[in-house]
């Protein structure tokens, strides 16, 4: 496609349950990062694919939250047990290489709400 | 670990005026530094993308300067509309990660 597209683009669910949320990137583009942002503040980051392999999990706060991206291409970061504190919208973002010095390009985000 | 701050947090000018954001970062060893812009409900848009080895560059009315040795970045916005109205967010890449401030949120009054 012509940028990235995240689904779904909003998503309520009761706390405890599991929520998956999509990315599709840029076509050919290698580099996959997932931020997470909350009211008021700027993106942190949660993870970041090199092709199909997690090259650096490094911002996922805890064990409920995994991602995979098994073709290289598509993206999914999954919510286990959610939890109110999991609220916020959930960015996606794709760069041609995985060379820091590329610009990167966000979807429109996933805003999730936990009740 | 990088730590990126923006000055100010908000900012209301009327329309014409120039305006100067601010962005400082603790870790000079950077990939490059970029400024990115989001409205409301919407996702980051990539305004200006600076190399570490660059000082300055220009898009449109749009100026971003680098000193990296400073640890610092300004955003230079000439002749300002109503439509530049958003949140400008400065990013340094250091390693795999881009690493963001909180943001200035700027309105341009008509």
């Known amino acids: 496609g012509a940028g990235v597209s995240q689904t779904p683009s909003n998503k309520v669910t009761e706390k405890g349950k599991y929520v998956e949320l999509r990315c599709d990137p840029i076509?050919?583009?290698?580099?996959l990062y997932w931020y997470r942002q909350s009211l008021g503040q700027g993106p942190e980051f949660l993870i970041y694919?090199?092709?199909?392999?997690?090259?650096?999990d490094s911002g996922l706060p805890n064990d409920r939250f995994f991602a995979v991206r098994p073709e290289g291409s598509v993206s999914t970061l999954k919510i286990q047990r959610t939890e109110r504190g999991d609220s916020a919208v959930y960015l996606c973002a794709s760069s041609p290489t995985g060379f820091s010095g590329n610009t990167i390009y966000f979807g429109e985000g996933s805003w999730l709400t936990v009740v | 670990k990088q730590e990126v701050t923006q000055i100010p947090a908000a900012l209301s000018v009327p329309e014409g005026e120039n305006l100067v954001l601010n962005c400082s970062f603790t870790?000079?060893?950077?990939?490059?530094l970029q400024w990115f812009r989001q409205d409301p409900g919407k996702g980051l848009t990539s305004l200006l993308l600076?190399?570490?080895?660059?000082r300055e560059q220009t898009s449109g009315r749009l100026n971003a300067s680098l000193d990296k040795s400073s640890g610092r970045s300004t955003l230079y916005i000439a002749a300002s509309q109503p439509g530049d109205s958003a949140t400008y967010l400065c990013?340094?890449?250091?390693?795999?990660?881009?690493?963001f401030g909180t943001g200035t949120s700027l309105t341009v009054i008509p």
């Open positions: 076509s050919g583009h290698t580099a």
């Open positions: 600076i190399q570490s080895s660059q």
């Open positions: 694919f090199q092709g199909t392999g997690a090259a650096d």
């Open positions: 990013a340094v890449s250091s390693g795999n990660q881009f690493y």
């Open positions: 870790d000079s060893a950077i990939y490059n």
